[in-house]
């Protein structure tokens, strides 16, 4: 259940502006990872909010214009598939948060962070939260926002790289994606390291 209660906890630790972070696309065989960051008016009631992976693709879309139009502020970032390879998902997803977070106008002075981890280069104070995506507004917030951008950026990518089938599983490692990749090959946007069990 979403309640304020880790950012009202932020708030009477003196802090002034607290902002939710999460990520979509580590899992998947191809494509970026997106992080989205989100500072919410206190106690606003946005209907219908929760953890994005619980949201019909229809929801999420909906939630994603009314979480802009009534955010204080958001920002929305990426790590390249080059930098996923560069680095590992774990350093680029950080680098995608971090960006997030930076890139937020007005700034935030506190970070929530759904998952266990908290980026190392964050600039500024940071709780993890565990299943923060559905306990924490803002965070199931930001999870909305990075889920319909990265969902968006696959789609995109069906048209560039036709015959993957990304427009339906945005790529995620589902057997007709398997089988596309022996078929036709990696495209330049599938991460190699993810794809030693497939191209053996």
């Not at 937020?104 to 923060?132: H, M, R, S």
């Amino acid at each position: 259940m979403l309640t304020y209660d880790y950012e009202q906890k932020a708030l009477q630790n003196g802090y002034c502006s607290v902002c939710g972070v999460d990520e979509a696309g580590r899992g998947p065989l191809a494509g970026p990872v997106c992080a989205a960051a989100v500072i919410l008016p206190a106690d606003l009631v946005i209907e219908g909010l929760n953890d994005s992976k619980k949201l019909t693709e229809k929801k999420r879309e909906r939630l994603f214009d009314v979480i802009k139009e009534q955010a204080i502020a958001y920002s929305i970032a990426f790590a390249s598939v080059e930098e996923i390879e560069t680095y590992n998902i774990l350093q680029a997803t950080f680098l995608a948060m971090t960006r997030a977070v930076q890139g937020l106008t007005p700034a935030a002075d506190f970070a929530l962070i759904d998952g266990n981890k908290i980026p190392p280069q964050l600039g500024v104070p940071a709780e993890y939260v565990i299943g923060g995506d559905g306990l924490s507004p803002s965070v199931a917030a930001a999870s909305v926002l990075a889920k319909v951008t990265r969902d968006r950026y696959m789609l995109d990518m069906e048209q560039q790289y036709p015959g993957y089938g990304f427009a339906k599983h945005k790529g995620y490692g589902t057997k007709d994606h398997r089988e596309a990749i022996v078929r036709l090959g990696p495209s330049p946007i599938h991460r190699l390291s993810f794809l030693k069990n497939i191209l053996k």
